[in-house]
């Protein structure tokens, strides 16, 4: 099923939603909102207030954050909806970051066999990552993800007020995503994300939603070439290597950073990688560090820190015949994927990042 993806315009995304919302195919559905205590409190009432197709909706609130993602919190949603009625024809509306977007789709992907869902990101991960593509998880003993399936929403509805009560570091968290996403496309330069940074290392909003369109489309076009990641979707792990591997370490070691800050830490152990092995310009390199130092603390690794970095890196589900897999980026726009590095080359990116 094709995603309808509304952007904001001189018409609002909110506008456009409720007019999606009262098409005839929906004549008889019933819709279930989603939200989380942040987003009932923070994005619900102008969600109402705009999009009068909801306005009698019945709305459930789930966990915040990862708590939300789990198989007893679908397994709980699933018998609230059969309580209320819900059928076959009834959507499921999620009005929340990548959280309440993951276990919602999870939900509307089984529920009567599958009922339409339609995302309304409130999150800049939501926005620009998690809200489009089809995948959705919840994660089961404490694997991330564990569980889940491709169920594309039937839209994604980008609305950027939501932004303004989203605290800095789910900005920040946002940000990297974005940067990445720029990194991997022309579709706005990496000078002007780099400029939404001031000198204090805040993320200036007025910026990030100059450049929300182009990041939302490119992610759109990337997953409706390759809506099952076997070829140019990989891309977008750019950085998640590396940056999966420091969360889990850190996580490990009691001082966790979010997957935001490591995801941004990692693209620059890929950059300097793309340096070594593919060719990209090192002032690149030096640019996105000088970014990120304004930005984040980034430790200096230790031997032993690499070590169990590199650990879970190892345990990378993109991983093929025992190789670590990056994607490594030639050029601002031209990423190359798969990209096999021997574990020594890891290490080396990871005690060299301090001295860059
Ligand atoms: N399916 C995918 O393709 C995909 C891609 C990227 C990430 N993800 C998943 O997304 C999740 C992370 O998503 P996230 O970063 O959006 O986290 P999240 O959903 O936990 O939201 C972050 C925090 O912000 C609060 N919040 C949300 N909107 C707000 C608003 N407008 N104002 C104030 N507070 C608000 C939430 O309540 C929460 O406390 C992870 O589980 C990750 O695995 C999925
Ligand atoms: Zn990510």
């Not at 001189?10 to 819709?31: N, V």
């Not at 397994?75 to 993951?102: H, P």
């Not at 690794?301 to 970095?309: M, P, Q």
């Not at 025992?322 to 980026?329: A, D, S, T």
Request: proline share 4%.
């Amino acid at each position: 099923m094709d995603t309808k993806l509304i952007l904001p315009s001189r018409i609002s995304s909110l506008s456009k939603l409720d007019r999606f919302l009262k098409q005839p195919r929906f004549a008889s559905s019933r819709f279930f909102l989603f939200v989380d205590e942040n987003t009932y409190s923070h994005c619900l009432p102008l969600l109402i207030s705009k999009v009068a197709a909801l306005e009698s909706a019945e709305f459930f609130e789930v966990p915040v954050g990862e708590e939300a993602k789990s198989i007893e919190v679908a397994a709980q949603l699933w018998g609230a909806l059969l309580e209320s009625g819900a059928d076959c024809n009834s959507v499921i509306v999620n009005l929340g970051g990548g959280c309440v977007s993951d276990l919602g789709g999870f939900v509307a992907s089984a529920f009567k066999r599958g009922v339409p869902v339609v995302n309304v990101p409130t999150t800049l991960v939501g926005m620009v990552d998690a809200a489009i593509g089809g995948k959705t998880a919840v994660n089961l003993d404490h694997v991330k993800n564990a569980v889940g399936y491709f169920h594309p929403a039937a839209a994604v509805c980008v609305e950027p007020a939501f932004l303004d009560s989203l605290p800095d570091e789910e900005l920040v968290a946002g940000f990297f995503e974005m940067v990445k996403t720029v990194l991997l496309s022309d579709a706005a330069s990496f000078e002007a994300l780099a400029e939404a940074v001031g000198q204090e290392g805040r993320v200036s909003l007025d910026l990030i939603k100059r450049h929300l369109n182009d990041c939302v489309a490119f992610k759109q076009a990337v997953v409706k070439t390759d809506p099952y990641e076997h070829s140019v979707r990989r891309m977008l792990n750019l950085g998640h290597t590396f940056g999966h591997g420091i969360e889990s370490y850190l996580l490990e070691c009691g001082t966790p950073v979010s997957h935001g800050v490591a995801v941004g830490i990692g693209m620059a152990c890929a950059l300097y990688l793309s340096v070594k092995k593919v060719g990209l310009d090192a002032s690149l390199l030096e640019r996105y560090v000088a970014m990120l130092r304004k930005m984040v603390d980034v430790p200096p690794f230790s031997l032993r820190d690499t070590e169990g970095i590199l650990h879970y890196m190892r345990q990378d589900k993109k991983n093929r015949d025992g190789l670590i897999l990056c994607v490594l980026i030639q050029e601002l726009g031209l990423p190359v994927i798969d990209v096999s590095v021997d574990e020594n080359e890891v290490r080396d990116a990871l005690l060299s990042l301090h001295k860059l």
